[in-house]
């Protein structure tokens, strides 16, 4: 039997826990948090802080295991740091390191000659402030190592009151208590290519394409999942060829990666960050929805050196189903009163996850982790897809009562 260790007892790891036991591979879960989902479908749980990467490895010889992962974008260290001393499926750290930090990944586009934003980090706010004046505004700051849009600030001009907040804001959320601050890219719409791409030894695998449609109120938070990602193959080619060019350039041999990118308006293709973990917002499920194709039953398998996934997806025939998800956030910080979904849209409803319960008190949605809920929805055809996702806000959002009076 393979032993698989995973590396968090978050959410995010139960479907890697549920594809390794689709395998019947034996699971090992570390985690300091006890008492969840996880630890309970696990084979085996140990109480431990799986950043400690030497403690990690202590267990992980002590096991004998055949594979590691994780979707907990901190525990990547700690899996690569592993995975290399004993020889396992995975990546260098210092791979999955540039990957993490938001400056040495700027620094390595530059040098690979790939389109990237003029960028420094600051430790401090002096800093920060000398830094600002030799950029061109608007600029973003954010932390140089976090998850999802955290902290993300845009700033148009140079205030240093802005500029002192931004920073500690970002610098509360970056796991290395750094700031990178670049100048802004303009984007030539709120459509983001985004795609998860699957990395093995030499060979790429592209199933995971998707659009993702930013709010015009909030162009930084990713709001609306679209598959197909109905592009040119002209525009697929440059963006994988770019992507490889990256994945290449770090080192990275094994596993499953999330990437954003975006052509500003005069045509320059600018990939914003390729994340080295499986994206969240249920992606790899929609993927699978989507496609068939589930990438994360290839990075268990792969991970504990199992390659029949693998084959059987050599001769598998793709499905091609119109799937959207909405990332629902509040307009508004208030009382939430209803997730409203109107009835049109109804029958294209396949599942619902309601974060809050209804009279809970929200915020106005800003980073990622805000969202309200998620509504997965299937469509018959492209045009009914591509209508009413265009104005998917009037169809899906959360009614919130400010106190004053209720508003979307």
């Known amino acids: 039997m393979k032993k698989l260790m995973i590396l968090g007892a978050g959410e995010v790891q139960l479907h890697l826990i549920n594809a390794a036991k ?14 969840t989902e996880a630890e309970k479908l696990a084979d085996k749980f140990y109480k431990v802080n799986y950043m400690d990467k030497d403690a990690v490895l202590t267990i992980a010889k002590e096991e004998k295991i055949d594979g590691i992962i994780s979707n907990s974008e901190p525990a990547m260290i700690s899996v690569a740091f592993v995975a290399t001393a004993m020889g396992l499926p995975g990546n ?8 993490l930090s938001k400056s040495r990944f700027r620094d390595l586009q530059q040098r690979l000659g790939t389109y990237a934003p003029k960028h420094s980090i600051a430790n401090s706010i ?6 600002l004046k030799e950029m061109s505004f608007p600029v973003i700051i ?21 500029i002192k907040d931004a920073f500690e804001a970002c610098k509360e959320f970056s796991r290395n208590g750094t700031v ?3 100048e802004y890219i303009e984007m030539s719409s709120i459509r983001v290519n985004d795609a998860d791409v699957f990395v093995l030894g030499d060979k790429f695998i592209w199933d995971g394409w998707l659009w993702e449609d930013r709010s ?34 770090a080192g990275v041999r094994h596993g499953e990666y999330n990437m954003e990118s975006y052509y500003t308006p005069d045509g320059k293709l600018f990939v914003i960050e390729i994340n080295p973990r499986q994206a969240g917002n249920y992606i790899p499920q929609l993927i699978e929805q989507h496609t068939g194709v589930s990438l994360t039953k290839l990075l268990v398998s792969t991970a504990v050196g199992d390659m029949s996934y693998y084959e059987e997806l050599k001769s598998f025939k793709r499905k091609h189903n119109y799937v959207t998800l909405q990332v629902v956030f509040a307009k508004e910080s208030g009382k939430f009163k209803e997730l409203f979904i109107d009835p049109r849209v109804e029958r294209y409803v396949k599942w619902i996850d309601q974060k809050f319960e209804i009279g809970s008190i929200i915020d106005k949605g800003i980073n990622a982790g805000e969202a309200i809920a998620y509504v997965d929805m299937q ?12 104005d998917i806000e009037k169809y899906i959002y ?3 009562d400010n106190g004053e009076n209720t508003k979307l």
């Open 22 to 35: 689709e395998f019947d591979y034996f699971i090992i879960v570390c985690d300091m948090r006890s008492d």
């Open 92 to 99: 260098s750290v210092e791979s999955i390191e540039t990957l």
């Open 126 to 131: 002096d800093e920060i402030l000398n830094i």
């Open 142 to 162: 954010k932390p140089t190592q976090c998850s999802g849009t955290r902290g993300t600030t845009r700033l148009d001009v140079y205030d240093k009151t802005l």
């Open 180 to 182: 990178t601050v670049e």
């Open 216 to 249: 015009p109120d909030t162009p930084m938070l990713p709001m609306t999942e679209i598959y197909p990602m109905a592009m040119p193959e002209v525009v697929k080619t440059e963006i994988r060829e770019n992507v490889e060019n990256i994945l290449r350039g």
């Open 379 to 390: 469509f018959d055809d492209y045009k009914t897809q591509q209508s009413i996702t265009r």
């Open 398 to 400: 959360a009614k919130v």
